[in-house]
């Protein structure tokens, strides 16, 4: 299996890793199949994600798509944040095997689970947006 040097970076040197303690965005996924599973932490003020960490159990793939999709989301307001795809993770990555692409698609959804986390805990639940929730491939959403 042929990994692209980002992914081996973002492996090797993970980005945003840890936890906020103060975060009011939390959002957690997992896949029973592969067993990994994703944290993410977000801080956001003012609709703006100031600071973002996570903390993955799995694989070397979901680590880099863990730390890319934080990187990818830092600085970026809630609306821009909730457009995170897995197609955009994988894109930033230069590519992932074709059995790996479950890892960006746990990446997107934890991202998306957090920041629905934060509109509920703040009254605007009509915000937020629905979460695929595994592959079944009948959307056009994932490869």
Known sequence: MMYSEKVLDHFSNPR??????????IGEVGNPKCGD???IYL?????IIQDVKF???GCGAAVATSSMATE?????????AMQLTNKAVVEALDGLPPVKLHCSVLAE????EAINNYLKENGRASEAVEICGGCCHS???HE
């Open 43 to 47: 801080k956001i003020e003012n609709d």
């Open 109 to 112: 959804e934890a991202v998306k």
């Open 16 to 25: 945003n890793v840890g936890e906020i303690s103060d975060a009011n965005g």
């Open 55 to 57: 903390q993955t159990f």
């Open 37 to 39: 599973i994703m944290k």
């Open 139 to 141: 959307c056009d959403k």
């Open 72 to 80: 990818l989301i830092k600085g970026k307001t809630i609306q821009e």
